[in-house]
């Protein structure tokens, strides 16, 4: 695999990520079950953070050929 | 064939470099790389991270046995990661997740995660090295895990407690903030956020522990895929809601400033005029605020780089162009008085602001209302700061406050008892130096107010 020769990922940086995972893991669902509760009381999200979409790119953002050379 | 010169920042990589040949930029792709390059292609994965405007366009060139020549779309002003405002770093952090999760779902992984591999272009991020791109290998955690954090989620995490000037330490570190200073420049209630602490504190930990005993013998672990997604999307809804702490300094700055409404209107007026009359497509505005002068443009510009000190001010505009979907202009984050410098191996891989911009050569520059903080501020002589202005561009309009204005006097009791060093501030001195280096073109007072307007043009024009 060539990114070996690249550079030095940090072997504590690799062995910790099974950690990280965990937690974040716990920190998903924790967020997930907040905004149910939330949302089940009538409090909406707010909608004014808009400036950045979700992380997931969608067919649309694919089929947009506004970005494809112009 | 013209000569072909490999580019100084282009060589860290063993899967290709980038070289320029006459004046085209191009990046060559080594035999190393052809199996992903090949996978990258024929899947359409490139394709679909070009139409959705995450990666930047380029073309094959040629395609041979010792290697493959793609041409990228060109980007006119390279912006580096010490030169973004607040909210552009975070663009810049969620498109490289945004991208991970992708590879991830389409079986790829970004083998690196350095913040150089994202520049600003029609306004917008875009991630600019074709080559980060590799296999996925079945339940391997993420190699550029570290990479991200030092270079992304640290400085990001550290502005928020800091504020935003904190982003300039990555002029210091090429590589990314190293993860034990960032850890020792958290404040210590960080250690009682899981998500922090995890990402920061131990992450530290573990790469100090691990450190020392690595003979290349340790198992790098496992991961499975879900896990790593369950990282990248936590940093990535972290990051999404990140603020900065500090209020805005400058942010309404139009409103303090000593310009009637009117005088304010003709200064547009005036800009306007200007610009049209030199014909200008590409412009510079130093001390460009959030870019309100440029925008009252109304000829079309190709490209405006609007650059200010003040890191809220380059936010703001950012803002704007991202609401009004303007693909022309550019904001960011430079100090006229301490510009970025060149960094890395040989001063050679990241290029200095002077000569990016010399290199960009923007038809016009406009300096408003930064002339009396060069000189006063900064003390920097008027022969010194029309020796700069005149190294880049054909025209400048520089406004010149005079004496009797209201901020020059702020400034000059600020100097208390050397306010006489600074009798040299004058306009017979202003006029008398800048003249050595340029010629005028135009000069209009601006009506009640203690300003004057000028289109100056460089002896130096092509």
């Known amino acids: 695999m060539i990114h070996f020769l690249y550079f030095d990922p940090g072997l504590g940086a690799m062995v910790v990520q099974a950690v990280i995972a965990a937690v974040a ?15 089940l009381f009538g409090f909406s999200q707010d909608k004014n953070e808009e400036l950045f979409d979700d992380i997931d790119v969608t067919d649309k953002d694919i089929e947009n050929t506004e970005n494809s050379d112009r | 064939m013209t000569d072909k010169i490999q580019h100084s920042s282009s060589f860290r990589d063993p899967s290709g470099y980038v070289f320029t040949e006459g004046n085209i930029l ?22 679909k991270l070009i139409k959705a405007g995450l990666l930047i366009p380029h073309k094959e060139i040629t ?25 552009q770093y975070k663009e810049a952090a969620l498109l490289t997740l945004k991208l991970q999760k ?24 875009i991630f600019i090295d074709t080559l980060s791109f590799d296999f996925y290998q079945d339940n391997s955690p993420w ?26 330490l990555m002029h210091s570190f090429i590589d990314g903030i190293p993860v034990k200073l960032l850890s020792s420049m958290m404040p210590g209630k960080t250690k009682l956020s899981p998500f922090l602490y995890s990402n920061i504190h131990l992450l530290s930990k573990y790469e100090d522990k691990h450190s020392e005993d690595y003979k290349g013998e340790v198992n790098h672990g496992t991961l499975s895929k879900g896990a790593q997604q369950k990282i990248i999307k936590s940093l990535y809804e972290y990051i999404k809601r990140l603020k900065l702490k500090e209020a805005s300094e400058w ?77 022309y202009m550019t904001p960011f984050v430079q100090d006229v008085l301490n510009p970025s410098a060149s960094i890395g191996f040989n001063n050679d891989e990241r290029f200095s602001f002077k000569e990016r911009l ?53 400034l000059l009791n600020a100097k208390s008892e050397f306010k006489g060093h600074f009798d040299f501030y004058n306009q017979e001195n202003f006029e008398g130096e800048f003249m050595n280096y340029f010629s005028l073109e135009k000069k209009e007072t601006i009506a009640n107010s203690h300003r004057i307007m000028y289109l100056l043009k460089s002896k130096n024009a092509k």
Request: hydrophobic residues 40%; charged residues 25%.
């Open chain 1, 25 to 39: 893991g716990v920190v998903l669902f924790s967020k997930n079950l907040m905004f149910k509760i939330k949302s």
């Open chain 2, 102 to 125: 992708f590879c991830l779902d389409h079986c790829f992984s970004l083998k690196d995660a350095t913040a150089f591999n994202v520049t600003f272009h029609k306004g917008k991020a």
């Open chain 2, 26 to 47: 191009k990046r060559q792709i080594s035999p190393l790389y052809f199996k992903q390059y090949k996978a990258l292609k024929e899947s359409g994965f490139y394709q």
């Open chain 2, 358 to 410: 010399q290199k960009f050569s923007p038809d016009i520059t406009l300096a408003l209302a930064v002339i009396h903080h060069i000189s006063l501020s900064g003390n920097v002589p008027f022969n010194k700061s029309a020796e700069f202005f005149a190294a880049f561009s054909n025209y400048l309009i520089i406004e010149f406050p005079k004496r009797e204005d209201s901020w020059v006097q702020r």
């Open chain 2, 63 to 87: 395609e041979d046995n010792t290697g493959v020549v793609i041409q990228p779309e060109f980007i006119p002003f390279v912006t580096y990661p010490y030169e973004w405002s607040f909210n």
């Open chain 2, 251 to 327: 942010g309404d700055y139009y409103n303090k400033t000593n310009y009637t409404n009117d005088a304010f209107l003709q200064k547009e007026k005036i800009v306007n005029a200007w610009v049209k009359e030199t014909e200008a497509k590409t412009l510079i505005d130093v001390g460009g605020n959030d870019g309100t002068f440029v925008r009252k443009i109304d000829t079309e510009l190709k490209q405006a780089l609007v650059c200010d000190i003040d890191n809220n001010a380059v936010d703001i505009n950012y803002r704007e162009v991202k609401s009004r979907k303007e693909i």
């Open chain 2, 143 to 168: 190699r550029a895990y570290k990479q991200f954090i030092s270079h992304f989620f640290g400085p990001l995490v550290l502005a928020h407690y800091h504020g935003a000037q904190s982003l300039k």
